[in-house]
């Protein structure tokens, strides 16, 4: 089972890697639910839907290949132009995107990382262990998931400002780690995925709780884990609003900070503000394109079955 | 870390430490009490220890926001002066009830949180039992229909914004096939909240579609073939096994996307960008999101704006409330 | 199983030293950040001052080469600007720096809509521009001078460009409509009164072309009308008078009339679906300052090309045009005041104007070759820089308000819009005042 690294020959096309060979990670795909082999519809219906996720996505790009003129004009594009490269190239240099990019997988990853730590602890306890006051903090979790964000954004800047935080990584990074999802999120996997016998059997061993965590909660919260790290990785990397306020171009920008100069001028060139939308993407699209059979791999072993 | 839990406490309390193994079963027993009275202290405070990271971030970052903003919202106080306040007691919460804006905000979130949500839901249902067959190429369609989600809301709006497109737009232009009049997308009202619901679902569709798939796998088959054995139809198993058996991952799945839909404002937002965050001219598709942040951003209103934010807060709690009881009764009686 | 917790744990493990190390990183990232700007600020490093530049899209002073101008005047001193596309997200974001004192640029820049706010709220955290050396108040045009003047006559912007507005209109379409095309023949058509020129559009209506209308969208009629009154959503004293001031009343009326009539496009300006109307050759005329000559080459297709001409229009006003102030917080503020007089200089407001179209705001560069020598490619031969000095100069000394922006969004986009959609003037009117009067209550 350290097979975790060798079942991963990244950019193989999709269709080798799914013929045979694998099925070795869960026999219970194989055993679950679909025997039966689909029917023509079945794929006309895939088709349409796959074609329906994909088609705006291709669509940046063809707007992106583009310039500002054919954009305007009818009927649209149906067809790649030959100005991709330029545009890239002009929203790459013009926006500073190598060291946004850095930026953003610092804030991301950091983020990212510390949310699943904290909130697979917090889950856990809230879970499994038995604590006075479990249930109203559980209900503040809640809570704190249901205030909309726009609004804090502007005594937090003020607190921001007071830190002399503005331009620096850590305005962007601290306050996304207050994450009430990813708290609720691993609390309902743990519920169903950490059966209660395997941590009295831990304890009866005279395990401490650390040790418990350590042994017994993180590998079965792996998967979860592992979705709830790619949700907020995605969500940091998009994130616009207040790294926008805190950050600027010319102080450790992220993506979306440093996109948002592109295709300026009194006719805002769309084809330029789309070749920056999609750099601003592709990474992630890049990272799901290679490592989908593991993503999905993972939304699908980490999901919160209840 | 683990290593170190271990190892640290016959350090700390070495100064026993030596004497012990000559000292024979009293010794033991010392050592197992103290241990049970460790492992009791353990047993308190670890929970504590636990959630405390995120209650602590959370007090930092979290708590003197809204009970900033629960201040704010006695006041009169504009963002171009934020600590200028002016003390109007509740009257910008009694104001929210003569406030057509809010209530025609709030009812377009209720009607865009419906179109989004539940034929969000119901298709990614129906993609979860069709990628649940047997499929060539399965990872693929996975991986197509989860590349949505890692768009920015930014990056798909403008898309869509384009494709929505009156004169012009490739949706009207394939409508005209198959005979439709060109559409407004932007300014009628049922069509533009169906165009930025169509945003939110082209997003999330995919990834409730792995969610629900990942739960119909983990159905047993027994329960199929003893359904068969029954006599029930493909149809009837769905509807008596596979729904019965997803019916915590769709709860989960409606609570998240309840909150979300309730929080909708970046779609609409840039849906129109040049008309502000009116929504439309009409505000026909003006969320309460949308309001909030036009009260606040755009006019500058910090005080009003911030009563709005407490009032979708008390009206989301209250409709968990009552969906929580709803829920409970319900179990209760089946 | 136990292989499995094994890889578990080097999984977990990894991600914690991940999780460190990004940490570590995070802060190393801060660290450069820091020593980069520090070495800037005070002269240390390599001797150099690094000026930074918060701007909104419009303003183009990289694009026309006058950074790398003022770099090679003063060795050293470096530029670095900090663009966002679009107004409506660096204004509020401003305000937000402004009244906390923290994230500011050296030289910020602020747009005519939100001039008269910035000068009334946030004045005390600005620099009084009028004090540094070679800023003349005799340089720019008076209105532009004042509007960013406080009460107690503190100067803290100092005007870039202006928009003077004329009438660009199409000389194909005006021809098969019958009517003259020559510039100042156009002109005299609509002399003086804004009904005038909705009369030239019914006659245009009458022989129009099939598909295209007389002008591009209610909003801009209403802008344009707007723009060429002394008072419209304020008074003098600055109370709030859009609702009674019959000049506002009136020119909504009108734009309503035009709606109804089918002389307007029902399109609100800057849309991706305006921009396709521009493409397609479907108006006639349209509200332009010299920056919509740009807006109008951007979105055209070629054959386009100098089928444009640019008439005076019935009233003169102004659309557009900004400002750059300095932040009395900054970390360069003597440095930044003297590139920002540099900058507003006639000699480069004259450069930008070749570059970018942005007209000068100092009626000295109006003689200056790159204005009075100006053609256009949408407009082929024609001599448009003297039309719009001309247009500059009759200019209305507007009263502006920290509301206008608001006041005329609501106006347009939850007003006359409204008539090209079937509603009726008033219920229009209606609909407009009401979002209007929520969205100043405080």
């Keep these: 089972m350290t097979t975790t690294t060798s079942m991963t020959p990244p950019s193989s096309p999709p269709d080798t890697t799914v013929k045979k060979p694998g099925r070795m990670r869960r026999p219970k795909s194989a055993r679950a639910g679909g025997q039966m082999h689909a029917g023509p519809i079945a794929y006309v219906i895939l088709a349409l839907f796959t074609i329906g996720s994909l088609f705006p996505l291709v669509w940046t790009a063809i707007?992106?290949?583009?310039?500002?003129?054919?954009?305007?004009?009818?009927?649209?594009?149906?067809?790649?132009?030959?100005?991709?490269?330029?545009?890239?190239?002009?929203?790459?240099?013009?926006?500073?995107?190598?060291?946004?990019?850095?930026?953003?997988?610092?804030?991301?990853?950091?983020?990212?990382?510390?949310?699943?730590?904290?909130?697979?602890?917090?889950?856990?306890?809230?879970?499994?262990?038995?604590?006075?006051?479990?249930?109203?903090?559980?209900?503040?979790?809640?809570?704190?998931?249901?205030?909309?964000?726009?609004?804090?954004?502007?005594?937090?800047?003020?607190?921001?400002?007071?830190?002399?935080?503005?331009?620096?990584?850590?305005?962007?990074?601290?306050?996304?780690?207050?994450?009430?999802?990813?708290?609720?999120?691993?609390?309902?996997?743990?519920?169903?995925?950490?059966?209660?016998?395997?941590?009295?059997?831990?304890?009866?061993?005279?395990?401490?709780?650390?040790?418990?965590?350590?042994?017994?909660?993180?590998?079965?919260?792996?998967?979860?884990?592992?979705?709830?790290?790619?949700?907020?990785?995605?969500q940091t990397w998009n994130d616009f609003l207040w790294p926008f306020l805190v950050l600027s171009q010319t102080g450790n920008p992220t993506v979306q900070v440093a996109v948002a100069g592109l295709g300026r001028g009194y006719t805002p060139d769309q084809s330029l503000i789309m070749a920056g939308a999609l750099l601003g993407t592709l990474p992630l699209l890049l990272v799901f394109a290679i490592f989908g059979k593991q993503i999905v791999g993972g939304i699908m072993q980490g999901a919160v079955k209840g | 870390?683990?290593?170190?839990?271990?190892?640290?406490?016959?350090?700390?309390?070495?100064?026993?430490?030596?004497?012990?193994?000559?000292?024979?079963?009293?010794?033991?027993?010392?050592?197992?009490?103290?241990?049970?009275?460790?492992?009791?202290?353990?047993?308190?405070?670890?929970?504590?220890?636990?959630?405390?990271?995120?209650?602590?971030?959370?007090?930092?970052?979290?708590?003197?926001?809204?009970?900033?903003?629960?201040?704010?919202s006695l006041h009169q106080v504009e963002m171009t002066a934020p600590t200028d306040m002016h003390w109007v007691g509740l009257r910008n919460y009694t104001r929210i009830f003569d406030d057509d804006f809010f209530w025609n905000a709030a009812k377009n979130t209720l009607t865009i949180g419906i179109i989004s949500t539940v034929p969000q839901l119901l298709m990614a249902m129906g993609l979860a039992h069709i990628l649940n067959y047997k499929l060539r190429a399965s990872t693929f369609y996975r991986v197509a229909m989860l590349a949505p989600y890692a768009t920015s809301i930014a990056a798909a709006s403008l898309v869509f914004v384009l494709l929505f497109g009156r004169d012009y737009g490739m949706i009207n232009w394939a409508l005209d096939f198959v005979g439709i009049g060109p559409i407004d997308w932007q300014s009628d009202k049922w069509p533009s909240q169906i165009a930025v619901s169509t945003i939110v679902i082209w997003r999330w569709t995919g990834y409730n579609a792995l969610i629900y798939l990942a739960a119909m796998q983990a159905i047993p088959q027994d329960l199929y073939e003893s359904a068969a054995l029954d006599g029930a139809s493909r149809w009837k198993q769905f509807i008596h096994v596979t729904l019965p058996s997803l019916r915590p991952t769709i709860l989960f799945t409606v609570v998240v996307s309840t909150i979300g839909a309730t929080q909708v404002f970046g779609e609409p937002l840039l849906f129109d960008a040049n008309k502000g965050a009116s929504g439309g001219s009409e505000h026909q598709f003006q969320t309460l999101g949308l309001y909030l942040y036009e009260q606040g951003w755009v006019n500058q209103h910090l005080g009003r704006a911030s009563a709005i934010a407490w009032t979708m807060f008390l009206i989301l709690i209250v409709v968990g409330i009552v969906n929580y009881v709803i829920s409970r009764r319900l179990r209760a009686s089946s | 199983m136990r292989a499995r917790t094994r890889t578990s744990r080097r999984v977990v493990v990894l991600a914690t030293v991940a999780t460190m190390g990004t940490g570590l990183l995070a802060g190393c990232a801060d660290d450069g950040g820091d020593k980069a700007s520090d070495g800037s600020s005070s002269g240390g490093g390599k001797g150099k001052t690094t000026i930074t530049m918060g701007l909104f899209g419009t303003m183009g002073f990289k694009e026309a080469g006058l950074y790398a101008e003022y770099e090679k005047l003063n060795p050293n001193i470096k530029i670095a600007e900090n663009v966002i596309e679009r107004n409506e997200n660096y204004y509020p974001a401003l305000v937000n720096h402004l009244t906390t004192n923290s994230g500011l640029q050296d030289v910020q820049a602020v747009e005519v809509a939100n001039i008269a706010e910035v000068v009334a709220t946030q004045g005390a955290k600005l620099q009084d521009l009028s004090k540094v050396s070679g800023v003349e108040k005799g340089n720019w045009l008076d209105w532009k001078w004042s509007q960013a003047t406080t009460k107690d006559s503190k100067t803290v912007g100092l005007g870039t460009d202006v928009g003077p507005m004329a009438l660009c209109y199409r000389t194909d379409l005006f021809q098969q409509a019958g009517l003259p095309t020559d510039p100042a023949e156009v002109g005299k058509l609509w002399a003086g009164d804004w009904n005038k020129f909705i009369s030239v559009g019914e006659q245009y209506k009458k022989k129009a072309p099939k598909g295209t209308f007389?002008?591009?969208?209610?909003?801009?009629?209403?802008?344009?009308?707007?723009?060429?009154?002394?008072?419209?959503?304020?008074?003098?004293?600055?109370?709030?008078?859009?609702?009674?001031?019959?000049?506002?009343?009136?020119?909504?009326?009108?734009?309503?009339?035009?709606?109804?009539?089918?002389?307007?496009?029902?399109?609100?300006?800057?849309?991706?679906?305006?921009?396709?109307?521009?493409?397609?050759?479907?108006?006639?005329?349209?509200?332009?300052?010299?920056?919509?000559?740009?807006?109008?080459?951007?979105?055209?297709?070629?054959?386009?090309?100098?089928?444009?001409?640019?008439?005076?229009?019935?009233?003169?006003?102004?659309?557009?045009?900004?400002?750059?102030?300095?932040?009395?917080?900054?970390?360069?503020?003597?440095?930044?005041?003297?590139?920002?007089?540099?900058?507003?200089?006639?000699?480069?407001?004259?450069?930008?104007?070749?570059?970018?179209?942005?007209?000068?705001?100092?009626?000295?560069?109006?003689?200056?070759?790159?204005?009075?020598?100006?053609?256009?490619?949408?407009?082929?031969?024609?001599?448009?820089?003297?039309?719009?000095?001309?247009?500059?100069?009759?200019?209305?000394?507007?009263?502006?308000?920290?509301?206008?922006?608001?006041?005329?969004?609501?106006?347009?986009?939850n007003g006359v819009i409204l008539v090209t959609k079937g509603k009726s003037p008033e219920e229009a009117w209606k609909t407009a005042t009401k979002t209007i009067d929520n969205n100043l209550d405080k």
């Design chain 3, 214 to 413: 007389f002008m591009d969208s209610p909003g801009g009629l209403l802008n344009a009308v707007l723009s060429s009154e002394k008072e419209k959503f304020y008074d003098s004293s600055g109370e709030v008078i859009y609702k009674s001031n019959p000049a506002v009343k009136a020119a909504f009326d009108l734009t309503a009339k035009a709606a109804e009539q089918g002389l307007v496009q029902a399109q609100t300006q800057f849309q991706p679906a305006w921009d396709t109307t521009i493409a397609n050759s479907k108006f006639a005329t349209v509200a332009c300052p010299p920056w919509m000559l740009g807006t109008l080459k951007g979105k055209s297709k070629p054959e386009s090309l100098g089928k444009w001409a640019v008439a005076v229009a019935p009233k003169s006003g102004n659309w557009g045009g900004s400002f750059l102030a300095v932040p009395s917080s900054g970390k360069n503020v003597k440095e930044a005041e003297k590139l920002v007089a540099w900058l507003t200089a006639p000699e480069q407001q004259a450069k930008l104007f070749k570059v970018q179209g942005s007209f000068p705001s100092t009626p000295s560069a109006y003689t200056m070759p790159e204005v009075t020598g100006a053609k256009n490619e949408m407009t082929g031969d024609l001599n448009i820089g003297t039309i719009f000095a001309e247009a500059a100069k009759a200019a209305p000394v507007q009263v502006i308000g920290p509301k206008d922006q608001i006041i005329q969004q609501g106006l347009t986009d």
């Design chain 2, 1 to 72: 870390m683990a290593t170190h839990d271990t190892a640290a406490p016959p350090a700390k309390e070495g100064g026993a430490a030596p004497g012990r193994p000559p000292a024979g079963p009293t010794g033991a027993e010392r050592r197992r009490a103290r241990l049970s009275r460790r492992w009791q202290r353990d047993m308190r405070w670890s929970p504590y220890a636990f959630v405390s990271p995120f209650f602590l971030l959370f007090l930092a970052f979290g708590l003197f926001p809204l009970i900033y903003t629960g201040w704010a």
């Design chain 1, 63 to 234: 707007a992106a290949s583009r310039d500002n003129n054919r954009l305007a004009q009818t009927p649209p594009p149906f067809w790649f132009g030959g100005n991709l490269l330029d545009n890239l190239d002009i929203a790459w240099n013009d926006a500073n995107l190598g060291e946004a990019f850095f930026n953003t997988t610092i804030v991301a990853g950091t983020s990212a990382a510390t949310v699943v730590f904290l909130s697979t602890i917090a889950g856990f306890a809230f879970a499994k262990l038995k604590f006075r006051g479990r249930g109203a903090m559980m209900l503040i979790v809640i809570g704190t998931m249901m205030v909309p964000p726009q609004l804090s954004v502007i005594p937090l800047y003020m607190m921001v400002a007071k830190l002399e935080w503005t331009d620096q990584l850590q305005a962007v990074i601290l306050p996304s780690l207050v994450s009430a999802f990813g708290v609720f999120f691993m609390r309902q996997y743990l519920i169903q995925a950490l059966p209660d016998e395997i941590i009295e059997a831990a304890r009866v061993d005279g395990a401490s709780s650390w040790r418990v965590v350590w042994h017994v909660v993180f590998p079965a919260a792996r998967p979860a884990m592992a979705v709830l790290g790619m949700l907020m990785f995605v």
